[in-house]
Structures are given as structure tokens and as C-alpha cells.
């Protein structure tokens, strides 16, 4: 390879990474998205980090809706349409968590003909913006970590 054309290979990758880097910040934000703020919730039950449980942020403007689900520590990172974080604002806090039914088998009949559902592990009262027991408000200056108690 000359000395020449090892010059113009390095210029064209050096092309190519800076457009991918440019031009691969994710999904476009849609007209009107509002600016977003770093937020996690921690969910615990009987002092236990929850794991698996939907925690979902609920407010009078529902266009632009704030959710995520807990890990082994019970920490949901929120984010708004796949981006990081929640829009500025009160919201009350939705949690809910299933256990879903074990796979039926290829060919084992259930009897009834019905499928299975999945068992809801938290009292409903968690599930309704109307009952809900836990609210916050995500502010600009931050920092924006909730911990709440599903008992």
C-alpha cells in the first residue's frame, strides 16, 4: 500500500466514524418532546428491593407518558419514548408486577380451552391513578430518585 493510499484510507474511516458518530444519536425526538431530567424510582416490598415490577408515572398530560421497570436492586431508571429520563412535572406513580403462568406444553390440552393469565403480586391499589398512594414531582435541579413502598 503506498504512502498515498494509506492517506486516503485513514481520511475515508475518519469520514465514516464521524458521521456514525453524528449520526447515531438515537431515535428522533418527536415535535414538541419536552426537555427530559434524569429519574429513578426504587420500589421495595417488606424492605425488599422489588425486581420485574413496571413502575409507570401518570399525569394530567399523558402525552408524553414516563415508565421503567425495577431491577435485582429495585431501581427503575425512567425514560420517555426509548430517551432517558421524564418531563419536568407531577405525576402519580403506577407500580405493578405479574407472575406469569408456566408454558403449556406442544400438544397438553388445558381442559377449559382458556389460556392462563398472569397473577398480579401487588394489591391493585398501585395499579390507579385514583388510588395510588404515591406520587413526585420531577423538577429541573433535580435529583429525581423516588424510593416507595408496595406493601
Same mark, same amino acid.
Given at each position: 500500500?503506498?504512502?498515498?493510499t @494509506?492517506a486516503?484510507?485513514?481520511? @475515508? ?6 458521521? &456514525? ?25 417488606n424492605?425488599?428491593?422489588l ?6 408515572? %401518570? ?13 435485582a ?17 407531577e ?6 408486577k ?9 400438544g397438553?390440552?388445558?381442559g ?11 394489591h391493585?391499589k ?8 404515591h406520587s &413526585? ?6 435529583? %429525581? ?7
Open positions: 500500500m503506498t504512502r498515498s @494509506l486516503a484510507f485513514v481520511a @475515508l474511516v475518519s469520514v465514516t466514524m464521524l458521521l &456514525c458518530l453524528t449520526g447515531c444519536g438515537g431515535p428522533k425526538k418527536p415535535d414538541g418532546f419536552p426537555p427530559l431530567y434524569p429519574c429513578e424510582v426504587i420500589i421495595t416490598k424492605g425488599v428491593p425486581e420485574g415490577a413496571s413502575v409507570q408515572f %401518570n399525569s394530567s398530560d399523558a402525552r408524553w407518558p414516563p415508565a421503567g421497570t425495577t431491577d436492586q429495585g431501581v427503575a431508571v425512567i425514560n420517555t419514548l426509548s430517551h432517558p429520563g421524564a418531563p419536568e412535572g405525576y402519580k406513580v403506577l407500580v405493578s405479574y407472575e406469569l403462568p408456566p408454558p403449556i406444553a406442544d397438553a390440552s388445558g377449559s380451552g382458556d389460556a392462563p393469565s398472569a397473577k398480579l403480586l401487588l391493585q398501585f395499579r390507579s391513578p385514583e388510588t395510588t398512594p &413526585c414531582t420531577v423538577t429541573k435541579g433535580g435529583p %429525581n430518585r423516588f424510593e416507595f413502598s408496595v406493601e
